[in-house]
């Protein structure tokens, strides 16, 4: 095994008195902060050569880095050592009988996999292992910050867009027929072809709370994550916190439908192993055409239909099969638009003459408001033609607020059509 020293980690209780020695006596240069959310802590690199100093800053009192330093005081936390394959190598240290934290290896800062080994093994001292990522870094414009929530009043109701992190998919299965010299201006490609593409389920709050969709959610392997490029820093754990919804405030889940970056969330693996209801109290709303697919896949559709994440809600008697196009609560319908899937639907959200619509996979980012800028993925790409001509011109004509589900940048916007081009006009406080 190769191994190369990645960086130092040192615990700080006083970030200010920390940087006065490190950056200002010792002069070294920091890179902009990185907050790991799940484990609480803000990181600071300063680069020393060919590796670095991490200076971890605990961003709430229950945070890891505040325990430690609580018990042993601010100093050394951990070293970590760069490996090719860190499967390989925690296998090879699980054969010599070393004492391992992390069985799997888990997502660590930028899209690099880590996996911790227990001081007990490295003579006192705690050793984070971590294969980085092949992947190049895409645009500076897509980052963690491009996923605050934001708040959208419609009349009686509000909307809140929250977000379960990004996902990498490719960029071609992404576009279609449309050629990648054209779309890679609109969504640049990692070294793997994919591109980044958020997921920002819905929470609509009216007469009931409303979450539709919920993102990937955090069951899957290490291996999935590694695959799809899964960032949940911006959970809908976190995300839905921040907005001051708990998971037991969702009265209805309704699903768009039921593909692994929509109803992903949708359950959750507890501490005995068992797939339960992410949303203790709620109703799960599901078209009954989407769950007969779902439940009876084939092979173009079988890798997007993960019945783990929605067969626990039938037998937890939480599931609630919906035929046509309804009303769900006051203000909030659902209307089918096929292409995507037969049985995919929209959502049209209304109060005092107001009007948003969450577009779901039928205009997945704002990249594909033009018409043949259609997913590969569509099982019916010619309805998905239909429908999106169909939805566009009805959201010019009554200027409805389009939620666009997965695009990295923009929660959310207007859509206008000039000379036969389009584009999105910002939502105004
Ligand atoms: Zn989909
Ligand atoms: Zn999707």
Redesign the pocket.
């Given at each position: 095994m190769k191994a190369i020293l990645d960086h130092v980690g040192i615990a700080v209780k006083d970030l200010g008195a920390a940087l006065a020695f490190y950056r200002d006596a010792l002069g070294l240069e920091i890179e902009a902060p990185e907050e790991v959310a799940s484990q609480r802590v803000r990181a600071h690199f300063l680069p020393v050569g060919e590796a670095k100093l991490e200076l971890l800053e605990a961003t709430a009192p229950d945070s890891p880095i505040a325990k430690y330093t609580e018990k042993r005081g601010a100093g050394l936390h951990h070293i970590t050592l760069r490996v090719d394959d860190i499967s390989a190598a925690l296998a090879q240290l699980k054969a010599r009988g070393a004492r391992i934290i992390d069985e799997q290896p888990r997502p660590g800062a930028e899209h690099s996999l880590v996996a911790f080994i227990h001081p007990s093994s490295a003579h006192g001292v705690l050793v984070e292992l971590k294969q980085s990522s092949t992947i190049s870094h895409q645009s500076s414009a897509i980052s963690h910050q491009t996923l605050a929530i934001s708040r959208y009043p419609l009349g009686d109701l509000e909307l809140i867009s929250v977000s379960d992190g990004f996902i990498r998919l490719d960029g071609g299965a992404m576009f279609g027929i449309v050629p990648k010299v054209l779309w890679e201006k609109q969504a640049p490609a990692d070294l793997s072809n994919r591109i980044t593409l958020a997921m920002r389920p819905l929470i609509v709050r009216g007469a009931r709370t409303m979450l539709i969709d919920a993102g990937v959610g955090g069951k899957d392997s290490a291996k999935f994550q590694e695959i799809y490029g899964i960032d949940r820093a911006r959970s809908l754990e976190v995300t839905m916190a921040e907005a001051g919804v708990a998971p037991e405030d969702i009265d209805i889940v309704l699903a768009t439908?039921l593909?692994f970056?929509?109803a992903g969330g949708f359950t959750y693996r507890d501490a005995g192993g068992r797939l339960r209801p992410t949303f203790p109290r709620a109703q799960y709303i599901v078209r009954r055409g989407e769950w007969e697919d779902a439940t009876h896949t084939h092979a173009r559709n079988r890798a997007?239909y993960l019945a783990d994440n929605f067969v626990p809600l039938a037998e937890a008697g939480v599931l609630q099969l919906v035929d046509e196009d309804a009303t769900i609560m006051p203000g909030v319908r659902v209307r089918r638009t096929g292409g995507?899937?037969m049985h995919?639907q929209m959502v049209v959200i209304e109060s005092k003459g107001k009007t948003a619509a969450y577009v779901?996979?039928l205009i997945p980012t704002t990249a594909h408001l033009p018409d043949p800028w259609i997913m590969g993925?569509d099982l019916y790409p010619v309805d998905t033609l239909t429908a999106k001509q169909r939805f566009v011109k009805e959201a010019i004509e009554r200027d409805l607020l389009v939620l666009f589900e997965h695009d990295p940048t923009i929660a959310a916007g207007y859509i206008r059509e000039q000379a036969g081009k389009r584009h999105i006009a910002p939502v105004h406080g």
């Open positions: 439908h593909h970056d929509h997007s995507h899937t995919h779901a996979d993925f």
